[in-house]
């Protein structure tokens, strides 16, 4: 799909506006975010803040929540709405701060033979760094950890839940793309990459094994995954979404046919995907007329609740 050096700028002047709180601004609450410099292991040279709300249960539940290029933690913090559940269900959120240089900005490192392997020597393993200073820190829930992010974290958000499956419960992946979809530094700007001009059509198997071979010796449960897109998505195209379907639903051994589909509201459309006994392993949900600027207002709670953190 052709794209001009003007429409990349434009998008992302909308994600720098939605980083810097622009579309939202969180509650107010007592709580506040704060830095953590030395959280652990951090091959990645992430940056580390944390949102920890002052009602909550004696093992919080943790959400890491992660921005796309050019933006940041804080910008994350301000410009998304799961600071506000955070203190409306008690959970913990981490914001990482991406520091990899690229020609979109500082984006999440998901291009690089190390953020392909589980322990490598980047973004992924920090990131998974900052989870267990929270569970040690905050007497974080282990079982119940999730991720999410826009973008270039959508990306990380994929790769973390291909790589770290005994880590994360589930995950929401806003305007990303299948895990393994970049080659190379040199694939990822959109100007120039096979994987988003349309050049990475693989079949349900091959993005499967990608999976599958991330972790070889895992054999336990996968992580639930939502995936949302915008049909008008001008940066990281429309069709990316149904590859990351493909990849997810094929990792849990499910039809590429949605078991139910739905409205939450009248401009989202889901396809849910569900496993034995009825529970949805994989739901999709099409942002009609939206372009490269989610998540949108309302967004992050449904998502909260496709983690069962509202319960």
């Known amino acids: 799909m052709n794209r001009t050096r003007t429409v990349i700028t434009a998008v992302l002047s909308g994600l720098l506006l939605i980083a810097a709180g622009i579309a939202f ?18 091959p990645g040279n992430l940056r580390m803040h944390v949102y920890v709300p002052d009602t909550r249960p004696a093992d919080p539940p943790i959400l890491v929540a992660m921005h ?3 933006g940041s933690g804080t910008g994350f913090y301000s410009g998304s709405e799961f600071a506000a559940l955070a203190d409306r269900y008690g959970f913990i959120v981490i914001y990482p701060t991406a520091t990899k ?13 190390a953020s392909k392997h589980r322990g490598g020597g980047s973004d992924p393993a920090s990131v998974v760094s900052m989870v267990e200073y929270a569970e040690r820190e905050y007497n974080g829930d282990p079982e119940r950890v999730y991720v999410t992010g ?4 959508g990306q990380e958000t994929n790769a973390l839940l291909a790589l770290y499956p005994d880590v994360f419960a589930a995950g929401s992946v806003y305007m990303g793309v299948p895990f393994t979809c970049f080659a190379n530094e040199a ?8 994987c988003v001009n349309g050049g990475m059509d693989q079949t349900p198997q091959a993005w499967g094994d990608a999976v599958r071979q991330a972790y070889p010796e895992y054999n336990g449960p996968r992580p639930r995954v939502q995936l949302w897109h915008g049909d008008r998505d001008s940066l990281v195209p429309y069709q990316l979404l149904q590859e ?15 078991t139910s589909t739905d409205r939450p509201q009248a401009s989202w459309e889901r396809e849910r995907y569900a496993g034995a006994g009825g529970v949805v392993l994989v ?26 953190l509202h319960q």
Do not use: Y
């Open 101 to 113: 240089q690229t020609a979109m900005g500082n984006c999440f490192d998901v291009w690089s033979e």
């Open 150 to 153: 826009s973008s270039s974290g």
């Open 187 to 194: 694939d990822f700007p959109p100007q120039t990459s096979k």
């Open 25 to 42: 601004a969180p509650a107010a609450a007592a709580a506040s975010l704060s830095e953590v410099t030395d959280f652990g292991e951090n």
């Open 283 to 308: 739901e999709s949900i099409t942002a009609i007329g939206s372009g490269h600027n989610l998540p949108q207002a309302g967004m992050a709670r449904l998502a909260v609740e496709f983690f069962g």
């Open 244 to 258: 990351e379907v493909d990849q997810w639903t094929n990792v849990f051994g499910l039809s590429q046919n949605p």
């Open 68 to 70: 796309g290029c050019g």
